[in-house]
């Protein structure tokens, strides 16, 4: 039994897996319009990592693709105010 448990857990870890997404975002003109995009994507279930860049007008989120989609990031930055894209 502790081995099917075991295949178990190990199998359900493999499942999830961490991804990474790059998107422009349209609107940003200022340090407080990448900290509300941020503030917004960390509320994200699933989020590990946000990190921005104003002058690219870009954004790169790690996540754990179990527990969240590129989807509920971009809506994420949609209800921020911002439009996003690949």
Not at 14 to 38: F, I, M, N, P, R
């Amino acid at each position: 039994m502790k081995r099917f448990l075991f295949a178990l857990a190990i199998a359900a870890a493999a499942q999830a897996a961490e991804q990474s997404l790059s998107l422009k975002v349209d609107g940003w003109h200022s340090k407080g319009d990448v900290y509300k995009t941020e503030q917004a994507v960390q509320k994200v279930k699933g989020v590990k990592n946000v990190s921005s860049d104003l002058s690219s007008k870009s954004i790169t989120v790690v996540f754990d693709d179990a527990a969240t989609s590129a989807a509920d990031i971009q809506k994420a930055i949609s209800s921020a105010g911002y439009v996003s894209h690949r």
